[in-house]
């Protein structure tokens, strides 16, 4: 058996192999960087302090702002600070707010 010894060697294939703790490290902290506290400087009565509660907003849509959700957040009561966790289509709030007298009573009965 004659063999030509003008063609290369074929090179032996390696597989290529990636380091997917990297990428899940990279998404870890996109998803830290999307996290917002947003405080608010208002000065809560002391008739006030006892209504005031945390508060867990999910499903907020992300296209909304800032002011548009401080606007929404303004029908419940004063709001005092929030951290926003962005996520694709929606955001999760949680909110710290004095609630009004109103709402309070609405809250504490859990509707």
Known sequence: MDVDQNT???????????NQNSSTKKKRLQKADRMEKILTRHVIPDDSK?????????????????EILLNHLT???TTISMMIKQQKKYMTVRVRI???????????KGL
């Open 8 to 18: 290369p060697n074929p090179l032996p294939i390696t597989p290529l192999i990636t």
């Open 50 to 66: 006892v209504n005031i509660r945390d508060i867990i907003i999910y499903d907020v849509p992300a296209k909304w702002s800032q």
């Open 75 to 77: 029908e419940w009561g």
């Open 98 to 108: 004095a609630l009004s007298s109103f709402t309070v009573s609405s809250f504490d």
